[in-house]
């Protein structure tokens, strides 16, 4: 069980806008910043958005992120085959518990 | 550019201390203002933090692991290291290592390691 919470699935046709939901709470998302990574099969994840919704350099600005309480989201605009990939949410959680970083289960996107 | 690489056995027997390397080339782990960090991925699974280590050498541990956790940093050698003690299947994964201006947002990764446990 995720501490964050994203949609196993997604999926879309070449062209399409596609977004993937990331769903936490106060101690996490409603709280710290919300960062996006993209995982290609057999690769380590790539940071695609930090900072809720700042690309670093690199990733194309059809890649977009935003916050909203305690929620997240990735929008994938102009969706392209190579864009097949599993993406995670994380996030910092000041969990009484003790601090930690977060994720979300993954989305698998599949391009139609 | 910046590189990392992870090193250590493929295969730990159940019970035993699990010992991992990271190898930072292309620049001084003893950066300012960056986190040093680990994060596993059990087979077919998603992402799991371990732990991280800042560039003051604080450190900051998954609760749930906290207990087994040992990361540190060898400035002389421009590497981190990884000590994850009793181990058992459910540790079996792939382990990066990875770099951040915040545990949360690494945006430099190892290209991962699979560690297995069995006797």
């Known amino acids: 069980q995720s501490v964050l919470t994203q949609p196993p699935s997604a999926s879309g046709t070449p062209g399409q806008r596609v977004t993937i939901s990331c769903s936490g709470s106060s101690s996490n998302i409603g709280s710290n910043s919300v960062n996006w990574y993209q995982q290609l099969p057999g690769t380590a994840p790539k940071l695609l958005i930090y900072s809720n919704n700042q690309r670093p350099s690199g990733v194309p600005d059809r890649f977009s992120g935003s916050k909203s309480g305690t929620s997240a989201s990735l929008a994938i605009s102009g969706l392209q085959s190579e864009d097949e990939a599993d993406y995670y949410c994380?996030?910092?959680?000041?969990?009484?518990?003790?601090?930690?970083?977060?994720f979300g289960g993954g989305t698998k996107l599949t391009v139609l | 550019q910046l590189q990392l690489q992870e090193s250590g056995p493929g295969l730990v027997k159940p019970s035993e201390t699990l010992s991992l390397t990271c190898t930072v080339s292309g620049g001084s782990i003893s950066s300012s203002s960056y986190y040093w960090g680990w994060i596993r991925q059990p087979p077919g699974k998603g992402l799991e933090w371990i732990g991280s280590?800042?560039?003051?050498?604080?450190?900051y541990y998954n609760p749930s692991l906290k207990s087994r956790v040992t990361i540190s940093v060898d400035t002389s050698k421009n590497q981190f290291s990884l000590k994850l003690s009793s181990v058992t299947a459910a540790d079996t994964a792939v382990y990066y290592c990875?770099?951040?201006?915040?545990?949360?947002?690494?945006?430099?990764w190892g290209q991962g390691t699979l560690v297995t446990v069995s006797s």
């Open positions: 280590i800042s560039y003051s050498g604080s450190t």
């Open positions: 990875a770099r951040g201006r915040i545990p949360a947002a690494s945006d430099c």
């Open positions: 994380a996030a910092w959680d000041d969990s009484l518990n003790g601090p930690r970083v977060v």
